[in-house]
């Protein structure tokens, strides 16, 4: 019982480890994720049940001998930002748990306080008192501003007519209007409206942007038919006058970049993470659009967005990020001072594995010329396809932040595996990201890769031997899959310019979905054993 207990206990602790950030909001998001991975319960879902049922007392003590340590650790790091009171009281019997955060961040923006697990309607509205108090005392007033979960499902404005919660699929090509005036309002732009579908100006489409724009805190956005559309429509807008990409990125990108716009006449410079010195001579020589992902694909390297849009706009470039790995639940590019983001909403957006899409936010007038390239290339996606997404956008929030959970505790078992070389994952602690990600992430999102001894026929033998994990590409889908880097997503590249970016045919890209966590590691301790 000792090694279980210790087990329990270290696991509880890196997972922990990995959450706390210097922001609150952060920090009980995490925990929230962690529970669930660890107790298999929510604080909400356990109000009013008896705790013992669920889990055995010494099982429950290890998990939360892991979080103190955890928590006082955290709250060493962050004395001058945070105070962090935990206290944990016996009531009947339901555990009762109370956190009080008062915490100014860096925009002294938010403050959370007093959460509870309890029984009854008086201690869940004593809660909700304290959570008030420790707003008042932060110096937060303003509480109404929506947070993600509820902007995910009531981002957008439009109401059907009818009272569906939702605006249903307008599979229509074309609208009518009672008059020319009518019509030309809106094809001129001085009334929304429903007008062409090709053109997105479709009930359906609009309502999804909408609330893709308010995940991302943009101005507007637009839905295309693939992540691969939106970009060339922003390259072909914004990279006129050069394009550079910092470091890794999916392989259709590079190709893109390094082979086809410059046949286009579109000078585009490809430098690594290691040769950011390179940046600014670039800028400086007229490049003016900077285009990176973080976490890259697949080497999960992070990039300080704040930093590099900085240097970018003192040069008067805009930088665009391509934010698909983290989704806006673990990072919002746009409040840390990128132009636009985009995404491959194909990925964790869509979430189940059945659509193609993708999505370019940004300010109204920075998307206002990209409009006309997505008309003319045909970029559109259609409406069945916006209704599915927006459908999918609604279990975002709840979707991520258990792959962030399952991943950590993924990511801390194979950091551990005697077979494998290296884990490549933000929310590791000894990861060359980590503080960094601490810093401009709400979370470490879903994605890791492992790179197992032995080479690339080694990595092979353990993706062939996975039971649970699908051997297929892509990647944010409730199932989790594997690929290697090598035989898919950069299969294009030279097997030198792999070497040169630092993708291994070692490696295997993990995509945690959202199966028991447990099983996870299993299948991946089997796969790993059988190959040996």
């Known amino acids: 019982m000792n090694a279980q207990f210790d087990i329990h206990r270290q696991i509880a602790e890196q997972i922990a480890d990995a959450v706390i950030h210097t922001d609150a909001e952060g920090t009980i998001r995490g925990w929230n994720a962690a529970a669930e991975v660890l107790f298999g319960y929510s604080r909400n879902q356990a109000i009013g049940q008896n705790l013992d049922l669920i889990i055995p007392e010494r099982l ?20 001058s930002r945070a105070t962090v009171t935990r206290s944990l009281t016996r009531t009947g019997e339901v555990i009762y748990v109370e956190m009080s955060f008062a915490v100014v961040t860096d925009h002294a923006r938010k403050a959370l306080g007093a959460v509870a697990v309890a029984r009854d309607v008086t201690q869940r509205e004593l809660a909700e008192r304290q959570w008030r108090q420790s707003l ?32 249903p699929i307008y599979n229509t090509t074309t ?8 019509l030309l309002d809106v094809v001129d732009g001085k009334k929304p409206g429903s007008l062409y579908t090709r053109y997105g100006l479709n009930p359906s489409i609009h309502a999804l942007e909408e ?68 940046l600014e001579p670039l800028l400086a ?17 992070v990039f300080d967005i704040r930093a590099i849009a900085s240097m970018a706009h003192a040069y008067g470039a805009t930088v665009a990020v391509d934010n698909t790995f983290a989704s806006p639940v673990n990072q919002r590019p746009l409040e840390l001072g990128a132009d636009f983001v985009m995404c491959s909403a194909t990925k964790y957006l869509g979430g189940h594995s059945d659509l193609t899409a993708g999505a370019l936010m940004g300010s109204k007038d920075l998307l ?91 990595a092979t033998a353990v993706a062939d031997h996975l039971r649970l994990f699908a051997l297929a590409p892509s990647l944010g889908g409730a199932e989790s899959l594997v690929t290697q880097p090598c035989t898919t997503t950069h299969h294009g590249l030279t097997s030198e310019e792999r070497a040169r970016r630092g993708i291994s045919d070692a490696m295997l890209r993990l995509s945690v979905g959202l199966e028991d966590p447990a099983d996870l590691i299993a299948d991946l301790n089997q796969a790993l054993a059988a190959a040996s």
């Open 211 to 278: 609330t893709l724009a308010s995940l991302e805190s943009a101005e507007a956005a637009w839905a295309f038919c693939s992540g691969m559309a939106a970009q060339i429509a922003l390259f072909l807008t914004h990279g006129r006058e050069g394009i550079v990409c910092l470091g890794d990125a999916y392989g259709g990108t590079l190709e893109l970049l390094s082979s086809h716009l410059p046949l286009l006449g579109l000078r585009t410079h490809l430098i690594l993470g290691t040769e950011l010195d390179q």
């Open 285 to 301: 020589a007229g490049v003016r659009l900077v285009f990176f992902e973080t976490p890259t694909n697949p080497t999960l390297e």
């Open 136 to 167: 008042a005392k932060a110096g937060v007033t303003d509480t109404s501003s929506p947070g993600l979960a509820t902007r995910a499902i009531h981002g957008g404005t439009a109401k059907d007519a009818h009272g569906s919660p939702h605006i």
């Open 368 to 458: 206002a010329p990209v409009w006309n390239w997505r008309k003319n290339l045909g970029s559109m996606l259609s409406p069945e396809t916006a209704s599915l997404l927006a459908r999918s956008l609604r279990t975002l929030v709840v979707r991520v932040r258990q792959q962030n959970a399952s991943a950590q505790a993924i990511a801390a078992a194979m950091a551990q595996h005697r077979r494998v070389a290296r884990v490549c994952y933000p929310g590791l602690p000894g990861f060359s990201g980590h503080e960094l990600a601490k810093r401009q992430m709400h979370g470490f999102g879903g994605m890791l890769t492992i790179e197992v001894k032995g080479g690339g026929k080694a």
């Open 60 to 79: 429950r003590a290890a998990h939360w001998a892991g979080f103190n340590r955890a928590m006082a650790r955290g709250m060493t790091q962050h004395g």
């Open 175 to 182: 609208f009518a209007f009672a008059s020319t005036a009518d």
